[in-house]
């Protein structure tokens, strides 16, 4: 996963990017969408910006945190028929969008298609790669 999330950061033009990636449970990332958005329920994604606020320029090649819960992944996989291992990529790259301030939801909801536009593009970028 190393390698296509390297390729896909460099064609986003953040070559030299610094972001965690944690694979958690839903335990964990229930408590996360319960703390953080006021969701008690597991979701699959989730990101956290570093570039954001007021201190978010001081290490600006520090991107931020993406949080998958592979259990809700694994779930996903199946009911779509994909690979597990393929799914988690495809949640990471959705995350790291959210970290450079791509958005689907809320305010920018009318932004959605293009976000998913980006997200298939990198995502057959680093299939290819395989």
């Known amino acids: ?4 999330l390297a390729r896909a950061l460099g064609a986003l033009g ?4 610094e972001l965690s990636v944690w694979l958690c449970d839903d335990v964990a990332i229930r408590d996360l969408h319960g703390r ?7 979701t ?3 990101s956290f910006a570093l570039r ?25 996989a199946e009911e779509a028929g994909t690979p597990v291992q393929e799914e988690v990529t495809f949640l990471v790259l959705h995350g790291i969008l ?15 298609a293009e976000m998913e536009a980006r997200e298939e593009e990198l995502y057959r970028l680093v299939r290819d790669e395989a």
């Open 52 to 76: 954001e606020g007021e201190f978010g320029d001081l290490e600006p090649e520090v991107l931020g945190d993406v949080v998958v819960s592979v259990e809700t992944a694994q779930r996903d």
């Open 14 to 17: 953040c070559e030299e990017a």
């Open 1 to 4: 996963m190393r390698r296509r």
């Open 36 to 42: 953080y958005l006021g969701d008690d329920t597991p």
């Open 44 to 46: 699959n994604v989730m």
């Open 98 to 112: 959210h970290l450079l301030g791509y958005d689907h939801e809320g305010e920018q909801a009318h932004r959605a």
